[in-house]
């Protein structure tokens, strides 16, 4: 009777021992930050830490949450002193959007039960520990919005559980480690508003899973992998504002779950792909500021979801397919700053929904379509520097939310119709440099 009685005596000593070590490491901490951040702590009095505000425990009495989220410029100090050791039970780890400051500590390697981990929207700096990777049960990583520097380390791939990742809005540097390869829960990643080189490794194609894959604004360079057509499930793929080169590989009409792609601002070269015309979920194509040269594929006219296409700055050449008309919830169609000739299709005009209509600084040439008329949603016609010919429309008397017409350096002629004068959203008129005659 004797013997068991005594263990449990020390299982109970034992299990008291970790939660008191708790309290005395979060008071370590509390006084460790600034009086404005105490005062806000003010419930963490004494030894119960469980009933402080932003703690949350087991039955056994040990923290398996601390939430203190969203004090914005309350919590300031820096996490030297919160010795995660005293945690063994810590799931989640929530401190977004403080003032905390200074390194992420390694010993955060410690907090073995760690699932949710939010360091986002502080001002923490120094190097990311590579101690964090030992984090085996961690499903989300957000330190985004902080001033941490360094490479990403290459151990990131041991995080087996990962399904979010969010480094964005830092200032790290060096390359994608190709370990991230490895993580195969992995649904989103945003790098995006960094400063790292290197290329996009090709083991990306085993992020099967991955539906938002974003590494926008950083220095990037190489191609675009031709592996990512392995990825069924990416609906967001942003890799604009890089440097990256090569062709679009053909492999991007198999992504039949995108939504969204921006790869602008590269320095792409050669063809639009015919295989985008597979992309029926596409909303969003963003391709301006590159190199790419042919013509717009006809293929196009299948992407019957496109609410916005941005070509502009590009060196396409050809006509416009009539098969655009297709695009019938198109919003936006940016085609500026290219080499596209031939005249406008007819077919334009069966696009309701088009809000921004620019074709400036082409080689267009023909008439400008009466048709134009039924496009009553329009907002800006901005077609200077074609060669256009002939009349403006009376049709144009229709458009009575256009707010921005310009048709300069145009070859256009004739009297300039009197229903120009009744568009009354109208705000900017620019009509020089063409041949027309009479009075306004
Ligand atoms: C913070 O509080 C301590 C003790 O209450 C006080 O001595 C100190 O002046 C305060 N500091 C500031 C910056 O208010
Ligand atoms: C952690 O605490 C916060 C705030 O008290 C709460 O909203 C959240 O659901 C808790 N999370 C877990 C995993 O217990
Ligand atoms: C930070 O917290 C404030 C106040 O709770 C909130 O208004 C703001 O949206 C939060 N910012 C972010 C980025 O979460
Ligand atoms: C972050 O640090 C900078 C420079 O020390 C400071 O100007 C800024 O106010 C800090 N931001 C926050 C949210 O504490
Ligand atoms: C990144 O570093 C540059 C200088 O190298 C600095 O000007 C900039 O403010 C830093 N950005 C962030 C988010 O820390
Ligand atoms: C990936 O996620 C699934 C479902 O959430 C889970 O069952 C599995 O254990 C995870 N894999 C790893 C390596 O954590
Ligand atoms: C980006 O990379 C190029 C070379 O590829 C280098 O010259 C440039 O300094 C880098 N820019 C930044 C911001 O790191
Ligand atoms: C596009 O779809 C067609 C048939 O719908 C198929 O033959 C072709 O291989 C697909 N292309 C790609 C790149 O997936
Ligand atoms: C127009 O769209 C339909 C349905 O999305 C598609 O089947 C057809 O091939 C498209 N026509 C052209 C000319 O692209
Ligand atoms: C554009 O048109 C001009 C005049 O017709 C012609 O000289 C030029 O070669 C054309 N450029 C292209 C790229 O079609
Ligand atoms: C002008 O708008 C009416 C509907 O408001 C439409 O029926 C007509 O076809 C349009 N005219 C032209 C020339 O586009
Ligand atoms: C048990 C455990 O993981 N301890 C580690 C806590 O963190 C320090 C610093 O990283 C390590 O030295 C310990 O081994």
């Not at 329009?378 to 707010?403: C, E, F, H, M, R």
């Amino acid at each position: 009777m004797l013997v068991p009685l005594q263990s449990s005596i020390v299982f109970a000593s034992l299990a008291a021992a970790a939660p008191a070590k708790e309290a005395e490491t979060l008071l370590k901490w509390k006084a460790s930050l600034d009086n404005k951040s105490q005062t806000l702590l003010s419930s963490w009095l004494g030894d119960s830490h469980c009933n402080w505000v932003g703690i949350t425990c087991d039955e056994a009495g040990s923290m398996t949450n601390l939430s203190l989220p969203n004090y914005v410029e309350g919590l300031r100090g820096t996490l030297h002193s919160l010795n995660f050791f005293s945690f063994p039970k810590l799931m989640n780890l929530e401190l977004r959007n403080n003032s905390l400051y200074g390194p992420i500590p390694s010993h955060i390697g410690n907090l073995s039960k760690l699932i949710f981990l939010d360091l986002s929207y502080n001002n923490f700096s120094g190097n990311i520990p590579s101690e964090i990777c030992l984090l085996k049960s961690l499903e989300l990583i957000s330190l985004s919005n902080n001033r941490i520097t360094g490479s990403i380390p290459q151990e990131i791939g041991r995080l087996s559980s990962v399904s979010y990742i969010f480094f964005n809005d830092n200032n790290l540097s060096g390359p994608i480690p190709t370990s991230i390869g490895s993580l195969h829960n992995l649904t989103t990643v945003d790098l995006s508003r960094n400063k790292l080189s290197g290329s996009i490794p090709q083991k990306i194609r085993r992020l099967s899973l991955a539906t938002n894959i974003l590494f926008r604004d950083n220095n990037l360079s190489g191609p675009i992998p031709t592996s990512i057509g392995s990825l069924h499930n990416l609906m967001r793929l942003d890799l604009g504002n890089n440097r990256l080169t090569g062709h679009i590989p053909g492999e991007v009409g198999m992504l039949r779950s995108l939504n969204y792609i921006d790869i602008a601002g590269n320095y792409l070269t050669g063809n639009i792909p015919e295989s985008i015309g597979n992309l029926s979920k596409l909303e969003l194509f963003y391709l301006y500021d590159n190199k790419l040269s042919g013509s717009i594929p006809s293929e196009i006219g299948q992407l019957g979801s496109l609410i916005v296409l941005q070509l502009l700055g590009n060196y396409l050449t050809g006509v416009i397919p009539p098969s655009i008309g297709n695009l019938t919830k198109l919003s936006n169609l940016l085609l500026s700053q290219n080499m596209l000739s031939g005249s406008i299709p007819r077919e334009v005009a069966m696009l309701k929904s088009l809000s921004v209509l620019a074709l400036a600084e082409n080689n267009f040439s023909g008439s400008i379509p009466s048709e134009i008329g039924q496009l009553e949603s329009l907002s800006i016609l901005q077609w200077s520097d074609n060669y256009l010919t002939g009349v403006i429309p009376a049709s144009i008397g229709n458009l009575t939310k256009l707010s921005k017409l310009v048709l300069s350096q145009n070859k256009l002629s004739g009297s300039i119709p009197q229903e120009v004068g009744m568009l009354k959203s109208l705000s900017v008129l620019v009509l020089a440099g063409n041949n027309f005659s009479g009075s306004i």
